[in-house]
């Protein structure tokens, strides 16, 4: 069974930065289209950014909220998916996850909680 096991969050002040990352424990993740998601309380779970497989060329997207301001990238030899997140909002407090970016979802993670606060 696939997991995924999420990094990297904290608490920081508007304007801040994190690095969260994402390790996959699947054998093809170089092939798989890996996406961050988040939760914050009260809302349902949205897509944050989304990356392809090698043989896309790694093309990837974004939420409008996230453009310009995060960056998601792989590392397929350590099976890991970052999201470098800058200019960070209030708004972006939540928990972070990753999955399959495909829609097909293997069992989610414990997440790694984004708070952004003066």
């Known amino acids: 069974q696939v997991q995924f096991v999420e990094s990297g969050g904290g608490l920081v002040q508007p304007g801040g930065s994190l690095r969260l990352s994402c390790v996959a424990s699947?054998?093809?993740?170089?092939?798989?289209?890996m996406a961050w998601y988040r939760q914050a309380p009260g809302k349902q779970r949205e897509l944050v950014a989304r990356?392809?497989?090698?043989?896309?060329?790694?093309?990837?997207n974004y939420a409008d909220s996230a453009k310009g301001r995060f960056t998601i990238s792989r590392d397929n030899a350590k099976k890991t998916v970052y999201l470098q997140m800058n200019s960070l909002k209030p708004d972006d407090t939540a928990v972070y996850y990753c999955?399959?970016?495909?829609?097909?979802?293997?069992?989610w993670g414990q997440g790694t909680q984004v708070t952004v606060s003066s």
């Open positions: 999955n399959f970016g495909t829609g097909n979802f293997g069992s």
């Open positions: 990356i392809g497989s090698s043989g896309s060329s790694g093309s990837t």
């Open positions: 699947v054998n093809i993740f170089s092939i798989l289209t």
